[in-house]
């Protein structure tokens, strides 16, 4: 079966400090990954798409950057944070159909 | 206007009610509809999968789809304290775009 390890769960930084996230999937291969972001009382916005290695699609223009410089890796990362980075950050892979996504158990970043 | 409208909540029923979720939209191409639910601190799963109008039962949820009213429902049957997390609607136009667009989510608590 599909798993995602999303890491850490929780974490705190401070303004204009990096970010690295990472996201590893197994029990697949060649997965189309996503990574979503979900502020509070608000839907999911998607970030970045990836069909493959080193091909990323951007969906918003942002301080952020996404990579995938493995199969089953997508990291999402920032160079300085803002404090509307803060957030939800989820990691999904399609199940079969774009609309049949699997969600990682997310990381909360609070910027402050 | 956003694409997708849902009640945030929260809606509070007692254990055994049935209870209705709904969400509008806008886009007429949307084709899918889904609906994910989202415990706490966790990641979405998806729970129904429908395509264009209609109807879809899988135990106690029953899904629609009135495409000429541009509304969709989820109906929770003999609700459980369990089913007590946030129901998001999601759906996209069947075209090549990658994107799935979310409503906000409703938050539903179930009393014992």
């Known amino acids: 079966s599909q798993t995602i390890h999303q890491w850490p769960a929780t974490l705190v930084q401070p303004v204009g400090s990096p970010l690295s996230l990472e996201c590893t999937v197994e029990g697949t291969s060649n997965p189309n990954l996503y990574w979503y972001r979900q502020a509070a009382g608000r839907g999911l916005q998607l970030l970045f798409y990836s069909v493959g290695i080193g091909q990323i699609s951007s969906e918003v223009p942002q301080n952020l950057s996404a990579s995938r410089p493995q199969d089953r890796q997508f990291i999402l990362s920032s160079k300085k944070l803002l404090l509307s980075d803060s957030g939800f950050y989820l990691c999904?892979?399609?199940?079969?159909?774009?609309?049949?996504?699997?969600f990682g158990s997310g990381t909360q970043l609070s910027v402050l | 206007q956003k694409e997708v409208e849902q009640d945030p909540g929260p809606l509070s029923v007692p254990e055994g009610a049935i209870v209705s979720l709904n969400c509008t939209y806008s886009n007429s191409a949307f084709q899918y509809f889904m609906w994910y639910r989202q415990y706490s601190r966790k990641g979405p799963e998806l729970l129904m999968y429908t395509y264009s109008s209609g109807n879809k039962e899988d135990g106690r949820f029953t899904a629609q789809v009135d495409k000429s009213s541009k509304y969709i429902s989820l109906f929770i049957r003999d609700s459980q304290p369990s089913d007590s997390a946030t129901y998001l609607c999601a759906m996209s136009g069947g075209d090549s775009s990658y994107k799935l667009i979310f409503g906000s989510g409703t938050r539903l608590l179930v009393r014992p």
């Open positions: 999904a892979l399609e199940q079969g159909a774009k609309e049949k996504l699997f």
